[in-house]
């Protein structure tokens, strides 16, 4: 059984910066990519970034990118998020996510087989 435990959430003022942590553990098999998604109260959850072991491949939503960089270490199954020049509309429960899946849609959901418990990120206006 894979856990995701991510860190480095918080709440910062809007502009502020905030870089999230991940690490997988247990399991065996290998990630393909990790990533994270969001969900703010009342809406969807959505896909932020994306990042592909193979290629260094990364992907991004379109209203994060320039502003947060993906990046990770296959070798210690581990990714962070860089967030910068935060806006409140940014605010959410940040979920990070590993999938096994070589060639997968990296923005569906379902792409991913583990899900960690989330870390809250809130930006104040």
């Known amino acids: 059984q894979v856990q995701l435990v991510e860190s480095g959430g918080g709440l910062v003022p809007a502009g502020g910066s905030l870089n999230l942590s991940c690490t997988a553990s247990?399991?065996?098999?290998?990630?393909?990519?990790m990533g994270w998604f969001r969900q703010a109260p009342g809406k969807l959850r959505d896909f932020v970034a994306a990042?592909?072991?193979?290629?260094?491949?990364?992907f991004y939503e379109g209203s994060v990118k320039g502003r947060f960089t993906i990046s990770g270490d296959p070798a210690k199954n581990t990714v962070y998020l860089q967030m910068n020049s935060l806006k409140p509309e940014d605010t959410a429960l940040y979920y990070c996510?590993?999938?096994?899946?070589?060639?997968?849609?990296?923005?569906?959901?379902?792409?991913?087989?583990?899900w960690g418990r989330g870390t809250q990120v809130t930006v104040s206006s």
């Open positions: 996510v590993a999938s096994y899946l070589s060639g997968a849609y990296y923005y569906r959901a379902d792409a991913y087989g583990s």
């Open positions: 247990g399991g065996t098999l290998s990630t393909v990519a």
């Open positions: 990042i592909r072991w193979s290629s260094v491949h990364t």
